[in-house]
């Protein structure tokens, strides 16, 4: 089947899109208003961009209506936030925070969990969450329907059991992130396997690819 995506409505952009770039990490995004009200909404349009600047990377859609989200709000006003990676303990409740709440509800609060204060930025972070990172907005990217964030990360606080004795590498039996696939299907990262390179004699005049460069 052939799709040309100059043509084609937008809800089936979105349902290919979704359906074949997949698996795709959540990010349940923390934010403070202008006034100190929290808010907290998971996203799957979400991944790690860099680490030279270490920027995380949102993609957070406008509402049906057109309304601009509490959270892009929330980025406009104070900019910055609080990515909270989610296990499957917090699956749950990830998705509660996703209910379309009024502005003055805490999600946190009616999801079940808690806060806690962050070390370096306002929005508070979840305490339940393995792992939390401190971003500061660094560039948005504005569309017509939906912004790009872009988010420099200023600390992260990790769970101390989700990574070995040197703190380096994380522990694939600890930290089993779940990720979106497409509607309201879900895959949880805890069938993890290890594929090493082959190990290849480089080539006369063409230098050794570097460590992180896939082929």
């Known amino acids: 089947m052939?799709?040309?995506?100059?043509?084609?409505p937008a809800e089936d952009r979105y349902r290919l899109l979704c359906g074949f770039v997949a698996p795709r990490p959540i990010a349940l995004v923390s934010t403070v208003d202008g006034n100190g009200?929290?808010?907290?909404?998971?996203?799957?349009?979400f991944n790690?961009?860099?680490?030279?600047?270490?920027?995380?990377?949102?993609?957070?859609?406008?509402?049906?209506?057109?309304?601009?989200?509490?959270?892009?709000?929330?980025?406009?006003?104070?900019?910055e936030f609080v990515v909270n990676m989610v296990d499957m303990a917090i699956a749950e409740a990830m998705v509660?925070?996703?209910?379309?709440?009024p502005p003055e509800i805490d999600e946190i609060e009616a999801a079940g969990l808690m806060w806690k204060e962050s070390r370096v930025v306002a929005p508070a972070s979840i305490v339940e969450s393995p792992c939390a990172m401190e971003c500061r907005v660094t560039q948005i990217i504005r569309y017509e329907s939906r912004s790009i964030v872009l988010g420099e990360v200023v600390h992260m606080s990790v769970r101390d059991t989700c990574l070995d004795a040197s703190g380096r590498y994380v522990l694939p039996d600890a930290y089993q992130p779940i990720a979106r696939l497409h509607a309201n299907n879900y895959i949880v990262a805890d069938r993890?396997?290890?594929?090493?390179?082959?190990?290849?004699?480089?080539?006369?005049?063409?230098?050794?690819?570097?460590?992180?460069?896939?082929p």
């Not at 995380?56 to 859609?61: E, N, V």
């Open 2 to 8: 052939e799709f040309d995506f100059t043509t084609i």
């Open 96 to 101: 509660v925070c996703g209910l379309h709440y």
């Open 37 to 45: 009200i929290r808010n907290a909404a998971p996203m799957s349009f």
């Open 48 to 79: 790690v961009f860099s680490q030279t600047p270490p920027i995380l990377i949102l993609g957070i859609q406008n509402r049906p209506d057109g309304a601009v989200k509490d959270t892009m709000a929330n980025l406009d006003a104070t900019g």
């Open 192 to 214: 993890q396997f290890v594929l090493n390179p082959p190990v290849v004699l480089p080539m006369p005049g063409r230098p050794d690819r570097a460590a992180d460069e896939h």
